[in-house]
């Protein structure tokens, strides 16, 4: 009988008179080398040995995942160390449950139903914080005041030059626009107004919360999801103290008191960075000065600070959700950081559009 | 008919952390396709012992070769090839946890073969069903249990059928079954392909029907206190906290 040349693995198949596959393997089977693609018809096969010359792992591999789904498979022919790497690999997964493949229907339903399942977690997060917060108020609940204060820094005070960069940066350009188009009509002296407006009500409150979302709430899930990975998390829970009470409502509450103060310092920034550019064109300071006094009300000023304290919540918030339900893998830490700035950041523009329509309801 | 050459020796070996030498004055050598078990008191350098003769850590003194090359001279490529045949199992298993138990064993078998991807397909899953992993292979690190993850590390261990196999306490946090199924793994491998192993355990039933020699480290000498077949540990004549230690050990 011939065969292929020494060197290269080779599997010949013919079918028998009972219809049994029989397969010839033969030649020097390695890792390194393209192996010999087989198909098998039926469910009977025999695996028989021709000049076979040497083999490593490659072959038992090849044997397992070509004939692992063959009712009848006879390797009696082969080598009894090969029989047995064969028969172990079977051997060990016979003994568990075969995993099924799952059609695209029933992809997008476990889709569903895991979309679900995470909204019900964010909303079961939310009741927990809320209700650290009422256990926090009488005195019941564990809280790591430590956290709290190290927060109050690094959330609030660190983060006041990126915050007057922005925010002087934002005044500029709606003043630019303004000027542009104000001119037109001859009524530049109302860019003041226009700046002032913007700043209090909406820009200061909205930049403040993004900035938010993306440094605190970036780090609050890494440093949760970390705490996940190496289970400090779980320790916490076995020592009888709430991970919510003691990890996230310190976070949450740091966030929550600082954002507003960063957006009222942004507002003023803002109107500053407005100013700049009026003055360079067609407004005196004192002109600027005395339209943007008039425009911000109380009223203004209210609702962006409302806005701002929403804001750092859901920016905090986003941060310890998506800390605490990462996975445990340093992908997962990654993920869960970039989820929380995505997760934040629409929140905070849902809520925007939400608050817009109750301040007009109230006529605020 | 002459011995064959050994694959792994070390003379006259020191060990520790940092400065501070744990063990010294160790000299073994082991044929090719033998199974050695390093056995001792927790803390007393067993774990230092198999990084220094595998090429992972320096000793303080000494040398060690493994397949004839002294690994600690040896630079680059030499170095590489030598390591590339050589398989560790760490104590915690050290999966990639960002990748599924699959793309952990396949992992090195991307980086070394040549082979195309659906042959290293087929071999992870290969290497994965002989540990008992086949139906957990598209699963992440963190989804497993312990004793899964130690099965995991042996399959990446293995991936790239390395001339030497250096595991660091295979059966802890594995049940009775699959600590047997190990035993058979291991032995499997040596008989199919001639692998050496080199297991750092504290089960000595295992030890017993698995290792060709034991080498006990004796925490109080500083040294090697018994060095041959396991058995021979049971025996009268040994030194008797070795005679102890197996004794104790074994009826546990």
């Known amino acids: ?47 028989v040995a021709d000049g076979l010359v040497d083999f490593d792992s490659a072959l038992p591999a090849w044997l397992y995942a070509n004939f692992k789904n063959i009712r009848q498979l006879d390797l009696s022919a082969l080598p009894g160390r090969l029989q047995s790497l064969v028969q172990m690999a079977e051997k060990a997964s016979s003994e568990n449950v075969a995993g099924d493949d799952h059609g695209l229907l029933e992809q997008f339903g476990s889709w569903g139903v895991e979309s679900g399942h995470s909204w019900g977690r964010a909303f079961e997060h939310i009741g927990h914080t809320a209700w650290g917060f009422l256990r926090m108020l009488v005195g019941r ?7 709290f204060t190290l927060q109050l820094q690094t959330a609030g005070v660190d983060a006041l030059p990126i915050v007057a960069l922005l925010g002087f940066l934002t005044g500029l350009i709606m003043a630019y626009v303004g000027l542009i188009q104000l001119r037109q009509v001859g ?36 440093q949760l999801g970390s705490m996940n990975v190496s289970q400090e998390t779980d320790a916490l829970r076995a020592l009888g103290i709430n991970p919510v009470e003691y990890l996230a409502l310190p976070r949450i509450l740091a966030v929550t008191l600082m954002v507003p103060l960063l957006g009222v310092f942004a507002t003023f920034v803002g109107v500053f960075g407005g100013m700049v550019v009026a003055c360079a064109g067609d407004l005196s300071v004192e002109q600027y000065l005395t339209q943007a006094v008039r425009a911000i009300t109380f009223k203004s000023f209210l609702v962006g600070f409302i806005k701002s304290v929403a804001f750092g919540f859901i920016a905090a918030w986003a941060g310890c959700y998506r800390g605490s339900v990462a996975k445990r893998s340093a992908l997962g830490v990654g993920e869960a950081a970039t989820s929380a700035a995505v997760l934040g950041i629409t929140f905070i523009v849902i809520s925007d559009a939400v608050f817009a329509v109750i301040f007009n309801l109230f006529d605020l | 008919m002459s011995a064959p050459a050994a694959i792994l020796t070390c003379a006259d070996l020191a060990i520790g952390h940092g400065e501070m030498v744990i063990m010294d004055r160790l000299t073994l050598s082991l044929a090719p396709g033998k199974i050695l078990a390093i056995v001792g008191p927790s803390g007393c350098g067993k774990s230092t012992l198999m990084r220094a003769l595998g090429g992972l850590d320096a000793p303080l003194g000494g040398r060690t070769t493994l397949m004839g090359v002294d690994l600690n001279a040896a630079e680059g490529k030499e170095r590489q090839d030598i390591l590339r045949q050589t398989g560790f199992l760490f104590q915690g298993a050290a999966l990639f946890s960002s990748l599924t138990l699959r793309e952990n064993i396949e992992m090195p078998m991307r980086e070394f073969l040549r082979a195309p991807r659906k042959e290293i397909r087929q071999l992870a899953e290969y290497k994965l069903a002989l540990v008992g992993l086949a139906d957990a292979m598209d699963k992440l690190p963190s989804e497993i249990s312990g004793g899964m993850a130690k099965r995991a590390g042996i399959a990446r261990a293995m991936a790239l059928d390395p001339a030497v196999i250096f595991l660091d306490e295979p059966s802890a946090g594995l049940d009775p079954m699959s600590s047997g199924r190990l035993d058979d793994l291991i032995l499997r491998l040596r008989e199919a392909f001639g692998t050496t192993i080199v297991l750092v355990s504290h089960e000595i039933p295992s030890i017993l029907r698995t290792a060709d020699f034991c080498v006990y480290l004796d925490p109080d000498t500083g040294t090697m206190g018994a060095y041959g077949p396991p058995k021979s540990f049971l025996q009268a004549g040994q030194p008797p906290k070795v005679h102890a230690f197996f004794s104790q050990a074994r009826f546990d």
């Open chain 1, 1 to 47: 009988m011939s065969h292929a040349p020494t060197g290269s693995p080779f599997a010949r198949t013919e079918v028998l008179a009972d219809g049994t596959a029989l397969v010839t393997v033969g030649g020097s089977w390695n890792l390194d080398q393209a192996l010999p693609v087989v198909v098998i018809k039926g469910d009977r096969a025999k695996v």
């Open chain 1, 141 to 147: 609940a564990k809280v790591n005041w430590g956290d």
């Open chain 1, 187 to 222: 009524a530049t002296v109302y860019v003041a107004n226009l700046v002032s407006l913007a700043m209090t009500r909406e820009m200061g409150a909205l930049m403040t919360g993004v900035i938010a979302c993306g440094r605190t709430s970036t780090a609050f899930a890494s």
